[in-house]
Every structure is written in structure tokens, then in C-alpha cells.
């Protein structure tokens, strides 16, 4: 019997010593359990890190999505897979059930292969978080197609270059998007985009908002029509284990966006066998991630990790601020929601709204939080856990990357012991080092490194498309034989890991390493404070120091600057030492943050540094105003 769910932490040692001593037998029982195989491989792992290469499964032939629906609908063909709330509170919540999943899935297969798609080509999808979105990606994976995700808040630009990297012929859009009150014109985004996508000989396009659009003849078509018209079956594809099942894009700190590649048995192993255990997600359970699809958050975590498990999934199109800022509260009373998974940035957002809009709804459904995407802050966990969680919900500190596939390093909730800030331990199968600055790795505990993964796990990504020198260069190049994350991560006194945040974000001050996030928590733990960023600039005698961006909170009240600069530096000073205060604290209203939240430091530290002549494309930013704004008032 293999440990697919993990109950107290005994357990979880006893589990994660199996995994690290014998990965291939651990990894085989998983796979051999709790899963569907056409046929079942040769071989469970081989790999070789200076190439690199790994390979899980192989010999194994599966199709994901027979896992993701077939397999549930005799025991749960009218359980809901995905639960979609809409934008508009007032438009009803559409349950999809496993059999209806199955069909629509198997409907939008067969669209597919009436324009021609293929195993092996790739399909952009770039649609708003409605159903059509994870079930166009079950579509592809249905038929072997590789899809490649774009975020729908991309510019035409972004698109573009995501379209063109991996030679899209087909396209799937919609005619438009809710975003809270305004509409948006994708479709006038993918013309746009278009124009420089000489390859895209259709556009699959879904009616969302009615609006009145332009449509190519010969490229462009509806999409309803012709579901309407195809099959409710469709045989699945036999897919290798390695097959490639998924490009997805994420932005390097130089050069184009890497379209990492994910693979199709491993990539379904771990997802499942993670969203499992961090979730603790149990039959009749509803669970709710609050990313979108077009993220590896939404990829691994809202659809295949929740549907190979038999899962109920929220899909949610709208926005926390829309109607107003209790619209998650009042999503998670009105569904029963128990497992709630998002990003410290929007806790910090409806921090700053108070609590009297999360008080207003019955939250007493939740059993479990989790937190991705960012170190979360001291003062915002503290925030989630009494007002989301009345302190009775762990929170689940996940630390993982698009790169990694799955969750890496977090708490298993009830049997880890949460500590604030902290992500905690290595989930099983995972063995992470910290590299200390002469190459060499660091051991036993309190000490505070490079973060690297010395063994594969297997939701790793496999290559860059079309470029697997570079999948090197950034990886595997850093540290021998091993994959290197990028980011800094201490480990305790109990061997507890904390990320540091990335490593291009340390600051040398007088010798000192200094990590950006326990600044910035420190900074943040100052009643009058919203929110921070902190970028190192050059000084004649520290080497570096430090700059702090502030936006404070809007309490209707004027605040003394110079005052609040000498608190801010106290704060600090008391949290971290001396040698972390700030010399220059500039208060903003706004940081410059990419689509997915997280803050832009590349450009605050150009700014800091009086550096602004190559600021580089900030059009893909989320609030590119800010940045004119911070210019203005630089110190
Ligand atoms: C950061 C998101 C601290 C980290 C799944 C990582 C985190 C990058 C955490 C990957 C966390 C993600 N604590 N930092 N719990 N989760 N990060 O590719 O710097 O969008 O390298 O994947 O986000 O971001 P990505």
C-alpha cells in the first residue's frame, strides 16, 4: 500500500524518508494505485542532471484526461468537477458535473480535429477564466494536442510573441471578457496580435459578452455551432509518458519568455498526489484557487491536480474588488467553500479594507488556506489566519515555480506545524540544498543559501521549447548537478525552510546579505503601512543600500513623512538590526506589479539607481501608470 494520503507527521517522516531512500518504489506505488494506464512503463526514473534529462514512466502510455473524467464517472458522474462563478453575482453558478465534463471535453476534442489539430501540434488558448477554458484544455490534452495557455490579461504583443514561439496554428479565444465593471475585447486583442502570427490558420472563438466583432472569413469561426454539431464521444489518444502535455510561459529576468514544457504521466502523478495531501481534500469537499488557468497555479492546481482526484473545483471569472471587497467571503459562504487557495498580494489587498466585510459572511466552512506566488508577509498571515481562518484553518505556505510543475516545499495541513512566513518542509519526494556563495552545499540547519533540488521529482519541466541550451544555462548550469530555483531560502534551528525571496532581489549591505522579503515584512508590520518594496542602490561605503517604496494605508488622515520614515527605520531596526534600515523611503500610491501580482523590482531599482533611459517593455505590467508617477517623485 503506498501513503497516498498522509495523516500525521510520523507519517509524514516516515513517508518522506521511503521517498528520498527508494524514489523509484515510492513513486511506482503512487503511479501503480491510483491511476489509469493504457500500459504501464519499463522503467519508473532515469536521469541525468549535466544533460539534462529525466525521464519518469517510461514505456507507460495514458491519457491524462481519462484520469481527470473517465475514471470518476462510475462513482462520480454527477458530482461537480468545476463550479463556475461567474463575474456577475446576480448570473447563476453553473455546476458542471463529471458526465457533463466528459462530454463537453469530448465535444470540443472533436471541433478540434475537425479543423485539423494533431497530436504533437500546439494549440494557443487564450481565454477568459469561463468554462470553455479548462475544458479547451482537457480538449487538447484529450486528442494529444500540446496547449499552450496564454493569461487573457496578456497584451496583443505578449500574445504575439507566446504565439509565434511554439508555431500556434490554432487559436481559442472568446469575444470578450468581464473584468468587475468593464468589458474587454479580446478578440480585438488576438487580431491585433495577429497581424504578426503569419502561421494561425484558425480561430476558434467563444461567445462570452455578445458583443458585436470583427470576424475573418476563412480563419475566424464560432465555436458554438460547431459543438453543437460534433460527437459527445471521443476516444483519448494514446500518449507516452513523456509526451510532451503543456507549454506554458514565464518571463526570464532577461531575454524572451521561456516556454517551459511539461510532460504528461509525471506531471499528473505529482499534481495529484500533492493537491491530496497540501489540501487534505477529502470527498464532498469544495475547493476554491483564486488563480487563473492561464497560470501554473491554475494548470496544475483548479484542473488537473483537483479532477484527477475527483474534485470539486471553483472557477472564478471575476475580481476580489467586484461588487465590492467581501466578493470572495461571500463566494466562499454562498458555495461552502473548505479548501481556499490564493496569493499573499490579494490577502494584503482586503487586508487594507478592514474586517468588517469579511465578518459580514459565514467563512465557518473553511478547514484549509493556502498562500502561493510570494514569501507572505508576517502581518498578512497573521491577517488570514485570525479573520479568513478564525484561527482554525492551517495555512499552507506553498513554495513552488511553473518550473517545478507541482507544490515543492509547504506544511501538510494538520500534521506539519505552521510557523508564520515559513513554507516549511520539503514535501515527500522532494530534496532540496541550500549552496552557500563558494558553490559548496550547506548543511545541517540555520544556515541561509542558494535554494537547488538535488534529485528529480516528477512534475519537473523538462525542457525550454526549442531551446534546451538555455534550459541549461539557467537551471543546470549554476550548481552540479543540480536544478537551481533562483531563489535564497533559510533553513531553521528545526530545519524548517523560509524563502528569502529571489536571489537577484539580495542586497549587499557593508558584506551583509539581506534578503528583500524580511524587510519588507518588517517594514510592513507598521500600522500606518499598506504594502512595500525594497531594491538595493549604489553607496560609497556600504556597497550598497537600501531604498524602500511605501504605500501607506488610506486612513483619511495626514501623516507626518519625516515621522513616519524614523518609525518605518525603528521597525526595522527592532525586526532585523541596524544594518537593514532603509536611507531613503519614498511613500507611493502604487507599485509596478506584473499581471500576476508580483511586484516589479527590476524597474524600482532602475529607478532608485537613477537609471530610467531602458526601463525596458512595461506595457505588460498591470498598472503601468505607477511607474511615471514614481519617477516623478523619486528621493
Ligand atoms: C516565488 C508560482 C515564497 C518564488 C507557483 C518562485 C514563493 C516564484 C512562493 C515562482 C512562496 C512562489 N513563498 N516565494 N510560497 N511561491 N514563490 O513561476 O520566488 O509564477 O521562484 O510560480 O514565485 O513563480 P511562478
Known amino acids: 500500500m503506498s501513503n497516498y494520503h498522509i495523516k500525521h507527521l510520523e507519517e509524514y517522516y516516515q513517508v518522506y524518508r521511503k521517498s528520498v531512500r527508494e524514489p523509484e518504489n515510492f513513486w511506482e506505488e503512487v503511479a501503480e494505485e491510483h491511476f489509469m494506464w493504457q500500459r504501464k512503463w519499463d522503467n519508473v526514473l ?3 542532471f549535466s544533460k539534462p534529462e529525466v525521464k519518469w514512466f517510461e514505456g507507460a502510455q495514458l491519457n491524462i484526461t481519462e484520469n481527470c473524467i473517465d475514471r470518476h464517472l462510475a462513482t462520480r458522474g454527477n458530482k461537480t468537477a468545476i463550479l463556475f462563478e461567474p463575474n456577475d453575482p446576480s448570473e447563476a453558478a453553473e455546476h458542471i458535473t463529471y458526465n457533463q465534463l466528459y462530454e ?5 476534442a472533436n471541433v478540434l480535429k475537425g479543423q485539423g489539430v494533431k497530436k504533437g501540434d500546439r494549440v494557443c488558448i487564450y481565454v477568459p477564466m469561463i468554462p470553455e477554458l479548462a475544458i479547451a484544455t482537457l480538449a487538447c490534452a484529450r486528442i494529444g494536442a500540446i496547449h499552450s495557455v496564454v493569461f487573457a490579461g496578456f497584451s496583443s504583443t505578449a500574445l504575439a510573441t507566446r504565439i509565434n514561439d511554439c508555431d500556434c496554428k490554432t487559436v481559442i479565444t472568446s469575444d470578450g471578457s468581464y473584468r468587475g465593471a468593464k468589458t474587454i475585447d479580446l478578440k480585438g486583442i488576438v487580431d491585433d496580435a495577429l497581424d504578426s502570427c503569419p502561421g494561425v490558420e484558425t480561430v476558434l472563438v467563444a461567445k462570452r459578452i455578445n458583443s458585436d466583432i470583427n470576424m475573418k472569413q476563412g480563419r475566424d469561426k464560432w465555436l458554438q455551432p460547431l459543438l453543437d454539431a460534433a460527437s459527445k464521444e471521443c476516444p483519448a489518444e494514446v500518449m507516452n509518458a513523456e509526451d510532451p502535455l503543456f507549454i506554458l510561459y514565464t518571463s526570464g529576468s532577461t531575454g524572451k519568455p521561456k516556454g517551459m514544457v511539461h510532460t504528461t504521466a509525471g506531471y499528473m502523478v505529482y499534481t495529484a498526489y500533492t493537491f491530496k495531501n497540501v489540501f487534505q481534500y477529502k470527498e464532498d469537499d469544495v475547493y476554491w484557487c483564486t488563480a487563473d488557468i492561464g497560470w501554473i497555479t491554475g494548470h496544475s492546481y483548479i484542473v488537473y491536480g483537483p479532477l484527477t482526484n475527483g474534485a470539486t473545483s471553483v472557477m ?11 466578493r470572495f467571503w461571500e463566494i466562499i459562504d454562498k458555495h461552502q467553500v473548505n479548501q481556499f487557495y490564493t496569493a499573499p498580494t490579494a490577502i494584503r489587498a482586503l487586508a487594507k479594507q478592514g474586517t468588517e466585510l469579511v465578518d459580514k459572511y459565514d467563512l465557518s466552512s473553511l478547514k484549509v488556506l493556502g498562500s502561493v506566488g510570494e514569501p507572505i508577509n508576517e502581518e498578512a498571515w497573521h491577517w488570514y489566519n485570525d479573520n479568513v481562518g478564525k484561527k482554525q484553518s492551517p495555512i499552507v505556505d506553498t513554495w513552488w515555480q511553473t518550473e517545478t510543475g ?7 495541513p494538520f500534521v506539519t506545524p505552521t510557523k508564520p512566513t515559513y513554507a516549511t518542509l520539503p514535501f515527500i519526494g522532494i530534496q532540496p540544498a541550500l549552496m552557500g556563495e563558494d558553490g559548496q552545499e550547506l548543511k545541517g540547519n540555520q544556515v541561509d543559501g542558494r535554494l537547488c533540488i538535488k534529485f528529480p521529482w516528477p512534475s519537473m519541466a523538462r525542457t525550454i521549447w526549442g531551446n534546451h541550451q538555455r534550459y541549461r544555462d539557467t537551471y543546470f548550469s549554476a550548481y552540479e548537478n543540480k536544478y537551481f530555483t533562483g531563489d535564497g531560502a533559510l533553513r531553521d534551528d528545526v530545519g524548517y525552510y523560509r524563502i528569502t525571496g529571489r536571489v537577484d532581489d539580495v542586497i549587499i549591505v557593508s558584506g551583509h546579505n539581506l534578503g528583500t522579503a524580511p524587510i519588507e515584512d518588517a517594514i510592513n508590520e507598521h500600522p500606518a503601512v499598506a504594502e512595500s518594496a525594497i531594491v538595493g542602490f549604489p553607496h560609497d561605503v556600504k556597497g ?3 531604498y524602500g517604496y511605501v504605500i501607506l494605508k488610506d486612513t483619511g488622515e495626514s501623516r507626518n513623512h519625516e515621522n513616519l520614515r524614523k518609525e518605518i527605520n525603528q521597525m526595522i531596526t527592532e525586526h532585523i538590526g541596524p544594518i537593514a534600515k532603509l536611507d531613503k523611503i519614498q511613500f507611493t500610491s502604487g507599485l509596478p ?4 501580482g508580483k511586484i516589479m523590482r527590476r524597474i524600482l531599482r532602475k529607478i532608485a539607481c537613477k537609471d530610467t533611459s531602458n526601463l525596458g517593455d512595461t506595457s505588460t505590467l ?3 501608470e505607477v511607474v511615471q508617477d514614481i519617477m516623478d517623485n523619486v528621493l
Open 593 to 596: 506589479k506584473t499581471r500576476s
Open 46 to 48: 532515469s536521469w541525468d
Open 104 to 108: 463537453r471535453v469530448c465535444e470540443f
Open 544 to 546: 550598497n543600500a537600501l
Open 622 to 624: 498591470l498598472n503601468p
Open 316 to 326: 472564478f471569472e471575476g475580481v476580489p474588488s467586484y461588487p465590492d471587497f467581501g
Open 406 to 412: 507541482g507544490i515543492m516545499i509547504t506544511p501538510i
